[in-house]
């Protein structure tokens, strides 16, 4: 999760305009996380290297990696974050509201689906 984090601190480096301060900060926290004990080595530099193309390009928004600074990015690293902290602390990552909200939108569509498919004669009317 930290290198999650460091990673992220890296894109917004680079949304920001600052390249000089980017390659700083990945040269010297970054580079350092393949290193530590027992690290997927192979799973970093693959990751270093999607995000170290973002400094490649002139407008990196519109890149191939431009995906990366998307509110989108954001918003699931937020999501893992608030889940570990959640699964971390012993509280399910999801509240019993959203779990509510899920189950009664999935028997909404059932229901809707198997509407739509010509039962709508099998009504059940009130007596």
């Known amino acids: 999760m930290c290198f ?3 990673c992220q601190q890296f894109i917004e480096t680079v949304r920001a305009g600052n390249p000089i301060e980017a390659l700083l900060f990945a ?3 970054l580079t350092s996380f393949p290193k530590k004990k027992g690290a997927n080595e192979e799973k970093f530099n ?3 290297k999607i995000m170290s193309a973002l ?3 002139e407008d990196p928004e519109n890149s191939p990696v431009g995906s990366l600074l998307a509110q989108e990015h ?3 690293l937020a ?5 570990a902290i959640l699964s971390f ?3 399910a990552s999801e509240s019993a509201l959203e779990r509510i909200v899920k ?3 999935l028997v909404r569509e059932y229901l809707h689906s198997t509407m739509s498919r010509g039962q709508r004669n099998n009504k059940v009317h009130p007596t």
């Open 4 to 6: 999650k984090l460091h």
């Open 89 to 91: 602390d012993c509280h």
């Open 46 to 48: 693959a990751e270093l």
């Open 27 to 29: 040269q010297t926290v």
């Open 103 to 105: 189950q009664a939108t």
């Open 55 to 57: 400094m490649a390009y």
């Open 79 to 83: 999501d893992e974050i608030n889940s």
């Open 74 to 76: 954001r918003d699931r």
